[in-house]
């Protein structure tokens, strides 16, 4: 009996001591373990927020690396003291913001511990300059005017109202969003690709908005007429324009077919344009020409009339004359006819017609005596050439008694011995 209670007493004691062991574990987990290392940063802010509270998360790119040991004031400034876990190094261009860690506005402490660069810190205050402190929800709502508030606020509950009943539409959107993320991610890849040059295009968009800069009244006059515009498309709830866009395709058929009609009467014109662009061009180009006809004419044209006048007598005699001479005109066409074959046969000595008259009017312009003008006139005979026609020629003689037009100058005799007097000319 006493063994069993004994061993009931022993039971219970154990039991006490791991009870107290939770608890103890429960007061302190918030803190660590107890005894283990610790490295203490002090950080001054000029605003915590009500809602950072010791205990709360101190974080290194968002992952938890202590706790908030301490919260006090120094003057103006808040202190925050820093309790991270291990001995971990800090510089002395560390940095501490306070962030939301949710919309319920639970903050924790963002501490960027800096640069070994920089050295340590050595236990010293990181001002307030170099910190970031809380920015809270009520204090960006504190610069609105009570209108903009209730304004604000109506909004908040329109659009809560409105979420809540198109809540299937919104489970729609989410159960499609991983696809259209998914080409999302497509378009943002092409983008990012170098083709893009998406740096290029936005210094062009930022052109073009500056552009637009200075130009505030015209476009508020254009987005004006914009909106008359769509103010009279939707006249009647839209159906005159339902009903365009109904004959639409119908109309766009017939234009279609009618464009189609156009195309060998445009390739016809093309080829007249194509014909007339020389004459088009000749014109311009005599343009300033009879600029200058059409500016000088009227000076000889106005002497026209006079002339005309003093003409008319003499127009009127020869009037008669030509009645009087058209019995004539058929027998002097005939005579031009038959003068046609004796002249197209001396046309190629043209040049040894004129040289025989201009010879003649030397020969007999030679003045022999004062007052006294004479001519020697010679005779030369090629021998057999003269008695046959030219059939045989005298072989002491080179000049031909026929020669081809322009060739009579240069015949000269090739013979050794001139039996006949005259030279060898």
Do not use: C
């Amino acid at each position: 009996m006493r063994t069993s209670t004994t061993r009931s007493f022993v039971i219970g004691i154990a039991g006490l001591v791991v009870l107290a062991l939770v608890v103890l574990f429960g007061i302190t987990a918030s803190s660590g373990v107890p005894g283990a290392a610790k490295t203490v940063v002090r950080a001054a802010f000029h605003n915590v927020g009500a809602p950072l509270k010791v205990g709360d998360d101190v974080r290194e790119n968002s992952a938890r690396i202590g706790r908030v040991a301490d919260l006090g004031y120094d003057g103006e400034q808040a202190v925050v003291t820093l309790e991270l876990d291990g001995t971990v190094p800090v510089y002395a261009d560390a940095r501490a913001a306070i962030w939301d860690q949710s919309a319920l506005a639970k903050k924790f402490v963002e501490l960027d511990r800096g640069h070994p660069e920089a050295g340590s810190l050595d236990g010293r205050l990181i001002p307030p300059e170099r910190n970031v402190g809380s920015a809270d929800l009520d204090d960006v709502l504190d610069v609105l005017d009570p209108a903009t508030r209730s304004a604000l606020t109506g909004t908040v509950r329109e659009l809560g109202g409105g979420a809540a009943g198109h809540s299937q539409d919104l489970h729609d959107f989410i159960e499609h969003a991983p696809a259209e993320l998914s080409g999302l991610g497509t378009t943002a890849g092409a983008l990012s690709a170098a083709e893009t040059d998406l740096p290029a295009l936005l210094a062009r968009a930022d052109e073009l908005a500056g552009a637009f800069a200075g130009h505030d009244r015209e476009l508020a006059e254009l987005v004006r007429q914009a909106g008359d515009t769509a103010n009279a498309l939707a006249v009647d709830e839209g159906r005159p324009l339902r009903d365009t866009l109904g004959n639409l395709p119908a109309t766009l058929t017939g234009a279609r077919e009618a464009l189609s009609s156009l195309h060998q009467p445009l390739t016809d014109a093309h080829g007249a344009l194509a014909a007339v662009r020389p004459g088009a061009q000749a014109l311009g180009q005599a343009t300033g020409d009879l600029r200058g006809v059409l500016r000088e004419a009227p000076t000889p044209l106005g002497k026209v009339p006079g002339v005309a006048q003093a003409a008319e007598p003499a127009i009127t005699e020869l009037t008669g004359a030509l009645a009087d001479a058209r019995p004539l005109v058929p027998a002097l066409s005939r005579g031009l006819v038959d003068l046609a074959s004796p002249v197209n046969t001396l046309a190629p000595y043209s040049r040894e017609v004129v040289e025989f008259f201009r010879r003649i009017e030397s020969m007999v312009s030679t003045e022999v005596a004062p007052g006294v003008h004479g001519a020697r006139v010679g005779v030369a005979l090629e021998g057999p050439s003269a008695l046959t026609g030219g059939l045989l020629k005298d072989p002491l003689q080179g000049q031909d008694a026929y020669p081809a037009p322009g060739a009579a100058d240069r015949e000269h005799t090739q013979s050794p011995v001139n039996l006949l007097p005259g030279g060898n000319n």
